[in-house]
């Protein structure tokens, strides 16, 4: 579950919507029972969901519940087709970029006042988060709690690194630990690091660093931590602000000029690039979220641990994203999906989505069960929690986030290509996504 | 009395196309007209707006840069396909051993997704762990370098047609009678003054045919680019028209000002085709006893 903007990927057309089946069989369901369907871009919450799903059609007979999941990369592309088109799901996920448009359309259901027994039970910032108008948009699925460091053991302790506390800092190199850390981290092919005399940045073996246009894991957090913002209160993008632009300024260095991080021709239009690098076991010290744990537990054939976000010069600031399950307001089918809504937005219904470890649900009291499932798995996770920090900055907000940003990535793109010089790229980049937000 | 029935009877022949055309072709091109009216982001309500898209489509000038672009694209990857094409089908045509296979060989790879092979070709292009690379030894940001971005995706795109255009032109080659060749023989012509004489002169339809559909189908290139560089590539330089519009569309969710993008894409395109086709009219040889 990431909110990274879209990117135009075509993996993601090539794989048309995988539709899993209602779930096996043997969940009872009398005849004439209605089916609602619910969309989904995780595989591995599918998985949880189908789960949930039995047990939800054994205490509601009447009701079945299909499964769909469309991937990641194609999904908001899709997502207002299908919503104009009439053929949207009975309940589908949202991310923060893509909400506002959709409620101020009225295309979902007022859970706020639908479910308002239940909104105590859920995690404040996600209800937060989805509240537009003075009401809420959907049920909380997932959160993603605070953005943190995965690193490789070996690499770190090879390199007498201690990831829990790295601190970096635009404007003062004295109180930057982080950046000789990240040389340190970073190897080439003769085995020279980055701060050794003759190391060749062509010929990178080890990346120390994935330093990249990732909104999610990375340049909202970096910004956030340098004091800066992203969106004024009124939704417009504020990329010019001296702290923002400072803070891509570092991170592009650490691309172009300190080599600690793969290039942008490769991280540009290939968002897991990094990922696939640090479960290769090319890369010491990847930032990402808890959208990513699975992937890495599954993945990692090495010693692996989590570590807190960076700290910046005001210290360790991340963004906080969650996900809503929102509730289809053209369909006809309006109480069997309330019904799903609220068995989603409870204990029970939202126990699944924890136990295997696929994802944090939203549901407050389910959280433990996907903590002790990474502890039975040896796995620290609380950097994802209040011991990473408790500084945020907002996600994206308003009902034109996406086009926005669609607009001014390929800007970014070039920022971090080193081919446009930052001051200029926050300027353009800006102009372009406040002309997409009007 | 007799030809009205047979008139009757044609167009009820005729129906199912004609149904087809209407349906699939003539409306939804009246649709993209009344949207380049209206203001709609597919969620909210539409509003008529006029004008107003084709004014925002004036002003923009990115629009007016993928056109070009786009023009620039259709003159590397025609001339390119259409003589490739031509050279593999008279080698193929020349009944070496194994023609056959070599013949599916060329074709397949058009009869594959574009999508999958422009995904297939992205990673065969990769800078770090690409497959060019390591066969070549050094880091080439193929697609993602700004001046090597567009002839990549040109080359990946001639290499995907090439089959097709051979085949047209194989098929074009078997048309022309031996006995047109060994009278030019019998006459004392070189090889190469039959091919330039006679062989070019007699594909002129198989070239009319092949030219119209590749220009058209090269201006309306979209899922191998869109591949290949996603977002327009490194400073836009591959931001083919289809690709505007298809960022208009779903990414801005500006329908109308993606239809006005649509609407002279078509026009364009009718325009291109009109003219190549007075072009051949006046020189396409049919009649082998003329």
Redesign the interface.
């Known amino acids: 579950m990431r909110m990274r903007p879209l990117v135009a990927a075509a993996v993601a057309a090539l794989a048309l919507a995988a539709c899993s089946p209602a779930g096996p069989d043997e969940a009872p369901a009398g005849d004439g029972a209605t089916t609602v369907t619910v969309r989904v871009w995780d595989e591995q919450v599918a998985t949880a969901y189908e789960q949930s799903f039995d047990e939800f059609t054994r205490e509601n007979p009447d009701i079945r519940v299909q499964v769909n999941v469309v991937p990641w990369k194609d999904y908001f592309v899709r997502l207002p087709l299908d919503v104009a088109g009439g053929t949207v799901d009975d309940v589908y996920w949202i991310n923060s970029s893509n909400f506002g448009a959709l409620a101020d359309g009225g295309k979902l259901i007022d859970v706020g006042r639908e479910l308002a027994d239940q909104q105590g039970s859920w995690a404040p910032a996600a209800v937060e988060q989805y509240s537009r108008g003075g009401t809420l948009w959907g049920v909380p699925a997932l959160t993603d709690g605070r953005i943190a460091v995965y690193y490789n053991k070996a690499m770190v302790e090879a390199a007498g690194v201690d990831p829990e506390n790295l601190t970096w800092h635009p404007a003062d190199p004295a109180a930057d630990t982080f950046l000789p850390a990240a040389r340190k981290l970073t190897r080439d092919s003769a085995g020279r690091t980055a701060d050794q005399p003759g190391f060749d940045p062509g010929a990178i073996t080890q990346y120390g660093f994935n330093a990249a246009r990732d909104l999610q894991a990375i340049y909202y957090n970096f910004v956030g931590s340098n004091g800066g913002s992203i969106q004024a209160p009124d939704g417009t993008l504020t990329l010019t602000d001296p702290k923002t632009a400072e803070a891509f300024a570092y991170l592009v260095k650490l691309v172009n000029t300190d080599h600690v991080a793969p290039s942008a021709a490769d991280t540009n239009d290939n968002p897991d690039f990094s990922r696939d690098q640090f479960l290769q076991g090319k890369m010491a010290l990847f930032q990402s979220g808890t959208y990513n744990l699975k992937n890495v537990g599954d993945g990692a054939t090495f010693e692996w641990g989590v570590a807190p976000l960076l700290a910046g010069p005001q210290g360790r600031v991340s963004v906080v994203n969650s996900v809503i399950a929102a509730g289809n307001a053209d369909s006809p089918r309006r109480d069997a999906i309330l019904k799903v809504l609220r068995w989603l937005g409870s204990e029970d219904g939202a126990s699944y989505v924890g136990e295997e470890g696929a994802a944090l649900p939203a549901v407050t009291a389910a959280q433990q069960a996907y903590y002790d499932y990474w502890e039975g798995q040896g796995v620290d996770t609380t950097a994802f929690g209040d011991a990473g920090g408790t500084a945020t900055i907002p996600a994206p907000f308003g009902p034109k986030f996406e086009a926005a940003s669609t607009a001014f990535n390929p800007i970014l793109n070039e920022v971090f290509a080193g081919r446009t010089p930052v001051a200029e790229g926050m300027q353009q980049a800006q102009d372009a996504g406040n002309a997409a937000l009007r | 009395m007799r030809r009205r029935q047979e008139t009757r009877t044609a167009y009820l022949l005729l129906a199912p196309s004609l149904f087809g055309i209407g349906a699939f072709l003539v409306l939804p091109i009246l649709v993209v007209a009344v949207l380049a009216t209206q203001r709609w982001?597919?969620?909210?309500p539409r509003t008529f707006v006029g004008f107003d898209n084709v004014v925002a489509v004036a002003a923009d000038g990115r629009f007016v840069r993928s056109l070009l672009i786009t023009a620039g694209f259709v003159a590397i990857v025609i001339p390119a396909q259409t003589v490739l094409g031509l050279v593999a089908a008279l080698l193929l045509n020349r009944g070496l051993r194994g023609s056959a296979a070599f013949r599916v060989l060329y074709v397949l790879p058009w009869i594959c997704?574009p999508?999958?092979l422009?995904?297939m070709w992205?990673w065969v292009l990769?800078?770090?762990d690409g497959a060019l690379n390591a066969l070549i030894g050094r880091?080439v940001?193929w697609?993602?370098?700004?001046v090597l971005a567009m002839p990549s995706v040109a080359a990946v795109t001639v290499w995907t047609q090439v089959g097709y255009v051979a085949l047209f032109f194989s098929a074009g080659l078997r048309a022309i009678p031996d006995t047109v060749h060994e009278a030019a023989m019998l006459d004392g012509a070189s090889p190469w003054q039959r091919f330039w004489r006679i062989t070019l002169p007699l594909l002129r339809p198989t070239t009319f045919f092949v030219l119209v559909t590749q220009i058209i189908a090269t201006f309306q290139v979209f899922?191998s680019v869109?591949?290949l560089?996603?977002?327009?590539g490194?400073?836009?330089v591959t931001d083919v028209v289809a690709g505007r519009i298809y960022?208009e569309a779903?990414?801005?969710?500006a329908v109308g000002q993606a239809a006005v993008m649509a609407l002279v894409l078509f026009v364009l395109l009718v325009a291109v085709t009109v003219v190549q086709q007075r072009w051949f009219a006046r020189r396409t040889t049919y009649d082998l006893s003329t």
């Open positions: 982001d597919l969620i909210g997704a999508l999958a422009g995904v992205s990769a800078p770090t880091r940001e697609l993602a370098d700004p899922d869109y591949a560089t996603p977002d327009g490194p400073q836009g960022y779903f990414e801005q969710r």
